[in-house]
């Protein structure tokens, strides 16, 4: 049963910017924190951000600022708007969900995830 999926991943120039999405079922969003992971090659998955249903926030300082995460009521789902992107940045990103009301570093950490997404590849080279 899938739970969540990703979209919205590609090549983009140093500078740019790329907004991924994060599709999930009613009950995933209405009881669920989102949470972005991201792996780059040949290193750990990294937890960047995390949005709850009760519109908690929390970012990893290696995002903050560049990277924003929302939620879209209408559709289930859970956006990450990422800018000034770097070529550190190229990684598979991955949704999650931690069944939390609040965002914090928790969240960021896998061994809070109860359902991970496929992941989508994101690559910034110029």
């Known amino acids: 049963q899938v739970h969540l999926v990703e979209s919205g991943g590609g090549v983009v120039q140093p500078g740019g910017s790329l907004t991924l999405s994060c599709g999930t079922s009613?009950?995933?969003?209405?009881?669920?924190?989102i949470s972005w992971f991201r792996q780059a090659p040949g290193k750990e998955r990294e937890g960047i951000s995390c949005i709850s249903h009760k519109s908690s926030i929390y970012y990893a300082d290696s995002v903050k600022g560049r990277f924003t995460t929302s939620r879209d009521t209408a559709k289930y789902t859970v956006h990450l708007a990422m800018n000034s992107l770097e070529p550190e940045d190229t990684a598979v990103y991955y949704c999650?969900?931690?069944?939390?009301?609040?965002?914090?570093?928790?969240?960021?950490?896998?061994?809070?995830?109860?359902?991970w997404g496929e992941g989508t590849l994101v690559t910034v080279r110029s």
């Open positions: 009613a009950d995933i969003f209405k009881n669920y924190a």
């Open positions: 999650a969900a931690v069944s939390r009301s609040i965002c914090s570093s928790y969240n960021l950490r896998e061994y809070s995830i109860n359902y």
